[in-house]
């Protein structure tokens, strides 16, 4: 689609205007933090890590480190005592006392080079104790396991997540909704299986790297690749006893978040590292092998689920059992757990249900949000459960999913009302797409061809109060700067912000300006940019501020004319009067005021607007239960549907079509929204066919771009129809709601689903691979190739 | 380790260096130019972020020394867009919305522009065998296809600035 | 390493004016020393601390290193510093090497292949490298030039082990040579990988067929990649095609024995079961194909 470069548009809500950042990024003028300049003063740092998956440190020797020419200081956890941690303080910034998974960092190293730091990092010498490791969330939650976190009971934790001390859960969420035993009998289909995801990664193409400056005075700033500006000052500040307002922390562009960059990852460790050398910035990068296993990544999950329908295709019944492997620190995790567990049914209306949900600490890398937060972890064995019910009670699997969607009105699980969304649209809009009823043939006699479908839904995962706020101040000659706290990370939220300014100011579009980068010394508070979850929060706040400013302005207008400021509004940058047809341009007035009559004084003066919003309506849930009055803001659903064909004789797969459409509330900008769709169909096709691989010891196998492969631009299917319903979200700016995750959340299941219909078999355990797929065939006895 | 004393052009201008043996030419760009259009993804060729010109090819800096750039004429992100003025191909990546986080861009644009400087109007296949050295994590590939296309189909890029051209 | 260095270690880079220099100054210290060709190899492993060369000795400059000439008589020698993309695309390869110049293209990404060089893919000798079992089959011949001066060694003979070749202390490749092929030949090149395209081969297959005086009329040459140690010809498989006429029946045949010519081993990218079973049906398909080819060349 097109998006010309306008000189004014107005109303621009609705519209696909071109996006903000394009010039800067299409000329290479974008910064990112490893662009910024810091001049000779710039230290780099490097970490040494651990080379066990799990052992106590008997001794850290650093002396030969600190006699490399060059290096500046060595840290140790000894001179880090801190915990840091999202939900659950449960991770030291460099290891103490034991380290958890391979490649922990033990200690870290500065030096006027990158070079000189690493050279150093590898003299550091650690006398290490092994202990037993565990690396499947299965064996870690037997009570013979070894003891991830002796200490758990002592962490800091936030009230809504329940770890459980003496073992190694993290967090166990409990759903119980009617009486799933007397249900099962009711039920004339039930699928019972198991199904298997393993770690993936984020893969954004700019890895994580911070900059820290701690100065003499105590002030310290962060320049960060980050999601979350405001919380990362917020958890260093608590965790390294730095007051607030003595922590700035400022990030640029964004190369590619996908959840890897929220919370705090190595942020922290390069806030310690310039503690021991105040008044020089230090440089901590990521490598791309320490990308793959050093920051997040995706958690593992083990999913034990049970669904029952009855002959009619009711869904009657669901038991479900979610163990994540969390990896060696939870502290994000936990709320992974949460979320799946209180959105454990899908989007379904199930009347009854008991839903287990834990994170469990293994000796692997640490797991961490990833975009889709829990749900395409437990859709991959929902949908595919969903369809088989389908085929058991000869239902068509799209119509299966109009009959049992969650509607309207639904009390969907957690006892919540389901907020206005319709998955059925969606559900029409892509079986359209995708020509659902026909069977076409494939395309050679060795290939098959099938199609597969999926719902999907997903509430923003985050604690009951996350606040955005924005601030609107004009220049002189009438334009206007958008303050914000949300990050820019591709997704489009400077361009919406500037929208929704423009639309709730009367402004054209082109007057608008969203100031970056974003820096909690200047810019007004935004919980994270997480969550799918800045276009109504922060497009909340952004029009508040608007409507406050012109507010503003109508008052000042209208008692200059003695009008009402009710007959009076701005239309493209210029106050006018429905009454009496005056006009009085935005120009200077937004900073000079108007004058009064006869020159007796003036009116008003320099206008700034300020909004802010959270919501303040979401409620505890029950321990036992997982019940209460409003479990969450609002969900967005979606569907989506894949059309491919098989090479039985190799196992590989061309991907014909996939067709998606979402119920947004209101597209804001309608390409935006197809972007991420289309990002979000390749990124979930690629998902399904990723997996980081770790040896016996909790190794790493394929840390690097050679053998973790995502897709690239010849895998990508041959057509993605990409599409969106509009049922306004009740508390969303136009009645918006957020789409960025959701948009590859079901994409593996349907793919799965779609191999079924083309082969007959299913793969309960990802990641799909040519070679799996062949040898399935080959073990039916249907290829010799 | 030594090092040595090159020269090399870069997006038209002559540059005098002295270099270190184990440097690449995407450090030289970064470190000693500012040059940071160029972004560093992977280090290991597999990425393309760092995709440059190098005497009017397309190669990944990271995998060239700057030692070896002696002489060579090199052209960045930086030098594709004159005036201010995005060029018709870069213009044609901001209508289709071909740009979303941005890192990935500047390879993209510089492979993209080698393409159709040897092959004026490629294929989608074409196009999509000449991109699979720049990955791109968050687009999904359709609109940089789509955008060279579009390129395409108007009149040829504008020229890069070249050395003594 | 699991953690490899973000930047090269430090080395000495030198650019000798001769090849004799460039030879005597890799045999002085053989254990520290590398000849420096396009680099995207040995860089990676030079980062992951495989290789720690205290001096890189760049020759791709050197006399003829990028140079492709034909000789009718002769046949054609390919500089082994000419890029892959200068191979792939040369107007003489694609004519008259075509199974040459599709192996070539195969590898990575154009960026890649416009500074992996031939000599490179060929001395590198991962069990993977595309241009391998092409040269093995158009009967490659490396030129080496060391301490003893020019010595050649057949491409059958020149890989010994995953990394290994025949190259002495001192030694650097100068030059492919592939005699004129036989006529009315054609070839075909095919790889499995994770991706569609631009992923080390994880099966590699290549067929070369021409018109020939056995039984069957015809002789089809079969190299596979990243199945062994080595790049692997398949003498049973070819000994079945001179034999029988062909066809389905005996392209399967040869598959089922290019099949058993294989030795793969269970790795992180995948499964030797998958392999075998690869090199059966791109061995197949690529017979199928070839034999299309000639058939269309009558």
Redesign the interface.
Known sequence: MAVSEATSTSDPVGKSVRRVDVFDKLTGAATFTDDIQFGPNLYHARLARSPHAHALIKRIDTSKALEVPGVKAVVTGQDAPELVGMYLVDRPVLARERVRYFGEPVAGVVATSESIAEEASRLVEVEYEELPAVFEPMDAIKPDAPLIHPDLGEYKVVPFIFPEPGTNISEHFRLRKGDVESAWPKCDAIVEMTFGLPQIQHVPLEPHVSVALWEASGEVTLWTSTQSPHAQRDLIAQSIGIPHGNLRVMSPYVGGGFGGKAGVTMEASAVVLARAVKGHPVKLRMTREEEFVGTTMRQSLVAQTKIGCDAEGNLLAMETEYYFGGGAYNDYGVNIARAAGYSCTGPYDIPNVKGDSCSVYTNLPIGGPMRGFGMPEIHWGIEQIMDQLAEKIGMDPAEFRRRNCVKTGDTILTGMEMPAIDVAACVDKVTDAIDWDKREKPSAPHKRRGKGIAIMWKAPAMPPNPGSSAVVRFNEDGTLNVEIGAQELGQGAFTVAAQMAAQALGLPFEWVRVVGPIDTKYSPYEWQTVASRITWSMGNAVKAAAEDARRQILDVVAETWDETPEDLDIKDGVVISYRSEREQPLKEMVIYGLPKEDTEGWRGGPIVGRGSFMPTYVTNLDFDTGQGPRAVVHYTVGAQAVDLEVDTETGEIDFLKIASAYDVGKAINPDLIMTQIEGGAVHGLSSAFEALRFDERGRPLNQSMVDYRIASAVDVPKEIHGDYVETPLEDGPWGARGVGEHVMVQTAPAIANAINDALGIRFNDLPLSAEKIFLALQERGEKKA | ??S?PITVTVNGAKERLNVQ??E?LL?ML?ERL????????????????C?IL?NG????A????A??ADGADIV???G??KDGQ?NAL?EA?????A????????GV?I?AH?LLERNPHPTEEE???????????????????EAVQ?ASEKAAPSAPMKGDA | MYMPSPGLPEFDYVKPTSLAEASRILAERPDRTRPLMGGTDLFVRMRDGLVRPAKMVDVKHLPGMQAIRLDEEEGLTIGAATTLNQVAGHPVVQTRYPLLAEAANSVASYQIRNRATLGGNLCNASPAADTAPATLLLEGTMVLYGPGGERFVPAEDFFLGPGTTAIRPGEVMTAIRFPIPPAGSAGRYLKLGRNKAGDLAIAGVAVLGFPNGTPSGHSFRIGLASVGPVPLRAPQAEQALAANPPGEESFMLAAEKAMDAAAPIDDVRASAAYREAMVRRLTFRALRDVWAQMEEGK
């Open positions: 380790m030594g040595h043996s184990n690449t450090q970064r500012a040059l940071t259009g160029t972004k560093n993804g992977c280090s290991a060729g597999e990425c393309g972020a995709t190098m090819e397309p190669v990944n990271c995998m060239v020394l030692v070896e960045t992100v930086e594709l867009a995005l870069q990546f901001a209508e289709q919305n740009v979303q986080c941005g890192f990935c861009t500047p644009l492979s080698a196009t999509k065998l000449a991109l699979v050295g720049n990955l791109c994590r968050c687009t999904g590939y359709l609109r940089l296809v579009a």
